[in-house]
């Protein structure tokens, strides 16, 4: 059951018993979560994408239409002119560069002199009118967070689409001939993990030095830092846990595996997350749950400055267990 101002959402994403997740901080002595101060802005810049991985907790896809406004992102601009904490803005889609706003929102960005990362699914330089990405992420110095949940086609196509891989392994070569993920350069080129099935990842730095060895060697391929994340039970991976009748033992799991200090490291505490359509979520899994911040919906509008969200509850739900799950989870990596 939920308390004064936490929402509880547990019977979307279990169907079993799931022990609420506000209930179990308190068990815990670990309060109620709380945001502390914006460092990271995570913008959602559409639902539009080149691949459909059978794992999206987007649902994004080749025919999904949703995506920002430039009204919406000079809106943005103008909350951050008043805010003080903000350092990264993290861009995500869908494939947020198939937003036409894309390289503009960019290039404001880096000229405020903030981080800006950016969510790339790699294949996405291969789309038409794409193929100078590259250079451009290059020339603003943009932090590139790529996906590649494995180093062999099989099990990369499985979950990605077929050809997938091919066209990452070529895509990361591209990134690596000018310099990101090649030690020195200062181009960051980091890779996220994350299982291909209903379990937990493993420990990440192991998976790192596997990731780093192989990669060498087959291909002859750099990267910064392998970044390892948790399935979340929610959307497309929930409904291919139901298929496979796996959901309810997939949640004991990441019940079972609460970790206390995960929990007080999740990426709430530092974060919000901006729809494309302006609404503010806690993260980008509450977004796609549709779970507004606690007091109701808010927007981009109804806010002056980032920095008042400081202080603010956290809206948590049964899906919060697979931030706190073993070493934890985020959208930065291992959490503990
Ligand atoms: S590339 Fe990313 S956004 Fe696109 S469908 Fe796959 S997981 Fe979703
Ligand atoms: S899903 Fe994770 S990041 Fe989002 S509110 Fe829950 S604990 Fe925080």
Known sequence: MAVSGEISIEAAAGEGVVPDFAATLRARSLGRLQRRQVVTLQINLGKLCNQACLHCHVEAGPRRTERIERATLERIEAVLDRSQGV???DLTGGAPELNDNFRWWVARLRQRGLRVMVRCNLTVIFV?????????????????????????????????????????????????????????????????????????????????????????????????????????????????????????????????????????????????????????????????????????????????????LGGDAIATGSHCYGCTAGAGSSCGGELA
């Not at 750099?222 to 929610?234: A, D, G, K, V």
């Not at 990426?267 to 979520?281: P, T």
Request: aromatic content about 10%; proline content about 5%; charged content about 25%.
């Open 128 to 308: 038409d009118g794409q193929h100078d990405l590259p250079h451009f992420y290059r020339d603003q110095a943009v932090e590139l967070v790529c996906s590649l949940p494995c180093y062999t086609a099989d099990n990369v196509d499985r979950q990605r689409g077929s050809g997938v891989f091919d066209q990452s392994i070529e895509a990361l070569r591209r990134l690596n001939r000018i310099g990101f993920g090649v030690p020195g350069s200062g181009l960051r080129l980091d890779l996220v993990y994350n299982p291909l099935g209903a379990s937990l990842p493993p420990a990440q730095a192991e998976l790192e030095e596997r990731y780093r060895v192989e990669l060498r060697q087959l291909f002859g391929i750099e990267f910064s830092r392998l970044l390892t994340i948790t399935n979340m039970p929610i959307k497309r991976f929930a409904q291919q846990l139901r298929r496979e009748a796996a959901h309810d033992d997939y949640m004991q799991l990441l019940v079972d595996s609460f970790n206390p200090a995960a929990a007080g490291a999740v990426m709430c505490r530092d974060m919000i997350s901006v729809s494309w359509d302006g609404q503010l979520y806690d993260c980008d899994f509450n977004q796609m749950l549709e779970l507004p911040v606690v007091g109701g919906r808010r927007t981009i509008w109804t806010i002056e400055s980032f920095d008042e």
């Open 87 to 89: 350092e990264v803005v």
